[in-house]
């Protein structure tokens, strides 16, 4: 039987019925909300392409069930920032004209988000470390890198 | 939301959370304009209104029978129609890729997008301008000379008042003007218009590095993908393939997955699937669907014993591509012979996101939403599969994840048409991560073998460089046919692999030459997971690693440095400019490798170029690594690119470009191998494809462009990542002594090689 839930995503509260409680997040995200991102990259927490803040934290939307989800605070690459209120992540992956397919960038600017807000001055290795478990195929790693640190210094 | 709108037709969300497919007719809104013609004539390519549109806004739309998902073609050939037509960059939009709105021009395909289908839309545009001015001449009664154009506005030279805009000459109508064309399509069309097109001297915005459109919309999150595509009544598909390749559905049991709401089973001949409404109920009916499969003993070598598998089986075809001289008469009159083997792995294309597309076939006619690259032959295919004429077939482009080859959207492509025609409705099939990686056709493995005679002297007098691979067409580089999709090996429609591969392109002046190849019969002929077809840069990587460490083993048997080696034996210009270029940038100190002062060290730095040159672009790459014999482990510091490809349109999406490729040729050379058993592929997930992470990344990457705006643009999208195996490869060399023979570079096939 059907069951309902509550997700807060992006500050707006949304009621959704869901046939298996264990549905991972990332499915009520995209099928229950109809959001274009977070994106389904591998389904097993290996790739980041689904990643999303929950209370502020960075995770993969594709392994956490929405049951787990439904009493925090969701936000999304969306979310983060606007083209008139941008997060600063968002403005240095401009400038630095980091991304080219971009199926991999949720993964990547919402980790990079939660990594600045916990540390707003990371060094290079500390970036690096953030930034291990994810994966671009088109080779984007040091111009991502290059963007949280312009980002980082502001 | 500004690209997504330039398509003109829009996913949106709708308030009811459901989405649909707005189309906004072109032109509603036509103006006062009263040259040209009211209805577009047919889309064919000897038309000027195929490739462009004044727009009744003065907008330009550019119609690209082609996609850029995020290299940078789409500015940069907007820069190339703005040039031309005298307008700022910003007022001209492209659509890419929808065979209702683009002629065939090839698709993403061999880097061709500026120096084919940008150098003709440059054509079209100047072709344009010069009518546009022939308007503007008859409606103000000024000649054409004494005419001149700024920001799409016409003015009398000599009377400020006479003055007209390109939206008030023919906005919203059309120029009805006919092109030269040479009657072919794809990557072999061509048109051009009578107008001349500008030189280096006039370019105020070639040259200039206006930044990306689409990149916004990425960055914000409001980019819609072909993933993001839902329509009413859709529903979700997923494929279920066999544990054992080869195997084929026996029987379902549709009871297994009875408790899943709405999903139920498609089985047409040997294609299997599940559907049901909602995307995660057809994910779960995939993972419970019980089936009968039959017995398959595929008896695959195993990916260890590949290349003995290579080296021993049947020559199907053999091509030799260059002969000079004779290569036996050269090896008899040399004093010394020295012979090379290496050894490149099967890769995948492993898309960061396994294909996605969505189908609405009904009442004889079908729409797709595909992220293949090449969506004109995807139509085609669909056409073919589901027995409807072409012209009923619309192929929609939309950005997807980064696919770099012939990959698995065009597979996903066909199996959603032909889910669709059987239901009936619309249908979107996501595939699976396993399916990605492990389904997807692949990057052929190779045995690349050299030969080379050295007289009394010292010189090269006979090379040799034979490669032995898999046809790299077994599966064709487009999903033109039926054939050539996974979903047509499941329905049993015959099969039309056919047999190729390629030499490298050696400009090295050797006296006696010979390059050719050997392919092999595949693993399994059809539906196979190992099936074999373009991988980014087709047989760069593998040629290159072999014939570039090569030419190493021969500098440093012979003693020579290994720049001042290559310089030796390249003549041309542009060959010499890029290994100068590369080697000054670097601060290359001249003597042979390797450097015998760390010869015995835990940890060596060394340093190793290759060189090559494809079509008219010339790269040289300088890679400086560190290796620890105890790891095993390679670590990239610095490279240095040296890189001419020309004509330069924009500068810095060109260097982006050559940086993101280098990443992605390191992780080809230092990661990646599809792993395979008897039975069926084994890599299944990034756990058992590895590939690069932050920590492999190179230090740093300086890339030197090499600008000649009097040659024609080449292509870059793919030149400089074959270059990487051989540069690491030629490094670690020069570090320890010891070559490496076989790709990837992995921490323990590096400590076997050195211990």
Redesign the interface.
């Known amino acids: 039987m059907a069951e309902r839930f509550t997700l807060t995503v992006n500050g707006q509260a949304h009621t959704v019925d869901i046939?298996?409680p264990a549905?991972?997040l990332l499915?009520a995200l995209?099928?229950e909300?109809?959001l274009?991102?977070p994106?389904?990259?591998?389904?097993?927490g290996?790739?980041g392409?689904c990643t999303v803040h929950l209370d502020g934290r960075a995770v993969r939307s594709c392994t956490i069930p929405v049951s787990a989800a439904a009493r925090g605070r969701i936000t999304?690459?969306?979310?983060?920032?606007?083209?008139e209120n941008?997060h600063p992540l968002?403005t240095a992956?401009?400038d630095e004209?980091v991304?080219?397919?971009?199926?991999?960038?949720?993964g990547w600017?919402m980790t990079a988000a939660a990594l600045l807000e916990e540390k707003p001055k990371p060094s290079d290795d500390e970036i690096?470390s953030a930034?291990?478990?994810?994966?671009?195929?088109?080779?984007?790693?040091?111009?991502a890198?290059r963007a949280v640190k312009r980002a980082a210094q502001g | 939301m500004e690209a997504s709108s330039e398509l003109n037709r829009r996913v949106f969300l709708l308030a009811s959370g459901a989405l649909a497919i707005a189309v906004v007719a072109p032109f509603e809104t036509a103006g006062a304009a009263t040259n040209g013609v009211a209805s577009k004539p047919p889309l064919l390519p000897d038309q000027l209104d195929s490739f462009l549109a004044v727009e009744p806004d003065g907008t330009v739309t550019v119609f690209y029978g082609r996609i850029d998902g995020g290299q940078g073609l789409e500015i940069s050939i907007a820069q190339m129609v703005a040039e031309e037509l005298d307008v700022p960059v910003a007022r001209v939009r492209m659509v890419m890729s929808d065979t209702a709105r683009t002629v065939n021009m090839g698709g993403a395909s061999g880097a061709l997008g500026i120096s084919r289908s940008g150098m003709h839309l440059r054509s079209c545009a100047a072709e344009a301008r010069r009518l546009l001015v022939e308007m503007a001449a008859s409606t103000l009664g000024v000649p054409a000379n004494a005419l001149s154009v700024t920001d799409g506005v016409i003015r009398a030279r000599e009377d400020a008042a006479k003055t007209i805009s390109y939206a008030d000459l023919i906005g919203g109508r059309y120029f009805a003007a006919h092109l030269t064309w040479n009657g072919s399509y794809g990557n072999d069309l061509v048109v051009s218009g009578r107008a001349r097109t500008k030189q280096p001297s006039e370019f105020k915005i070639i040259g200039t590095s206006p930044r990306r459109k689409d990149l916004p919309l990425k960055v914000f999150g409001r980019l819609d993908m072909v993933n993001d595509v839902r329509l009413p009544d859709m529903m979700h598909a997923r494929m279920i393939r066999p544990k054992v390749a080869g195997a084929v559905p026996v029987s379902v049991d549709e009871r297994s997955i009875a408790e899943i709401p709405g999903a139920r089973v498609v089985h047409i001949r040997n294609l299997l699937a599940v559907v049901a409404p909602k995307e995660w109920n057809a994910v779960r009916a995939a993972e419970r669907l019980k089936v009968t499969w039959s017995e398959s003993h595929p008896n695959f070598p195993g990916h260890d014993q590949l290349h003995a598998h290579i080296r021993n089986a049947p020559v199907v075809r053999r091509h030799i591509q260059t002969e000079n001289g004779s290569v036996e008469e050269g090896l008899r009159n040399a004093v010394r012979v020295i012979e090379g083997e290496y050894e490149f792995p099967t890769q995948s294309h492993a898309s960061l996101g396994p294909a996605c597309a969505v189908a609405d076939v009904k009442n004889g006619e079908a729409t797709v939403w595909t992220s293949t690259q090449k969506p004109h032959y995807a139509r085609d295919g669909i056409a073919n599969l589901l027995g409807l004429p072409p012209e009923k077939v619309r192929a929609i482009w939309m950005f997807g994840t980064g696919s770099y080859g012939r990959n698995d959207q065009g597979d996903a492509t066909a199996d959603a048409a032909v889910l669709s025609q059987h239901l009936g409705r619309p249908v979107r099939v996501q595939y699976m991560r396993h399916e990605g990686l492990a389904w997807d056709p692949k990057g052929t493995a190779s045995v690349n073998r050299s030969r080379a005679g050295i007289d009394a002297s010292g010189k090269v007098i006979a090379y040799e460089n034979i490669s032995k691979a898999f046809s790299r067409l077994n599966t064709a580089t487009n999903e033109g046919r039926a054939a050539h999709v996974l979903a047509g090996h499941l329905l049993e429609v015959p099969l039309e692999p056919d047999h190729s591969f390629e030499v490298p392109v050696a400009s090295y002046t050797f006296d006696h030459k010979r390059l050719g190849w050997e392919t092999i019969a595949p693993l399994m002929e059809r539906a196979s997971p190992l099936r074999t077809t373009h991988l980014r840069d087709p047989y760069g990587p593998p040629i290159l690693f072999g014939s570039e460490s090569f030419i190493d083993e021969m500098a440093a048997g012979t003693s020579a440095d290994p720049v001042e080696f290559r310089l030796r034996y390249l003549s041309h210009p542009r060959d010499r400019e890029a290994v100068r270029v590369a080697a000054e940038t670097y601060g290359w100190d001249t003597r042979p490798s390797p450097r015998n002062a760390q010869r015995n060290a835990e940890v060596a730095v060394g340093r190793g170029i290759a060189f090559r040159r494809h079509f008219e672009t010339f790269i040289a790459l300088i890679a400086e690594i560190r290796v620890n014999r105890s790891t095993g482990v390679i670590e990239p510091l610095r490279y240095v690119c040296a890189h001419d490809v020309g004509l330069i349109v924009n500068p810095e999406t060109l260097r982006h470009v050559i940086d993101r490729q280098l990443v992605y040729g390191t992780s080809r050379t230092l990661f990646e191998e599809v792993r395979f058993d008897e039975n069926m592929v084994t890599s299944v997930d990034w756990a058992t494809y590895p590939v690069l992470h932050m920590a492999s990344v190179p230090q740093s990457i300086e890339i030197e462009l090499i600008s000649r705006p009097e040659a024609a643009p080449s292509g870059a999208g793919e030149m400089a990542l074959g270059l990487v195996p051989a540069a690491i490869g030629n490094a670690v060399f020069d570090a320890t002594g010891v070559r490496l023979r076989r790709v990837p570079f992995t921490p323990e096939r590096v400590k076997a090689a050195l211990a």
């Not at chain 1, 994106?39 to 097993?44: A, D, E, K, V, Y």
């Not at chain 1, 999304?76 to 083209?83: E, N």
């Not at chain 1, 991304?99 to 949720?106: D, E, H």
């Open positions: 046939d298996d549905m991972p499915y995209r099928d909300l109809g274009s991102n994106r389904f990259g591998c389904g097993l290996q790739c392409a999304t690459l969306a979310g983060l920032g606007t083209p941008p968002q992956w401009i004209q991304s080219q397919c971009a199926y991999c960038i949720n600017i690096k930034l291990s478990d994810l994966i671009c195929r088109c080779g984007t790693h040091g111009a890198f």
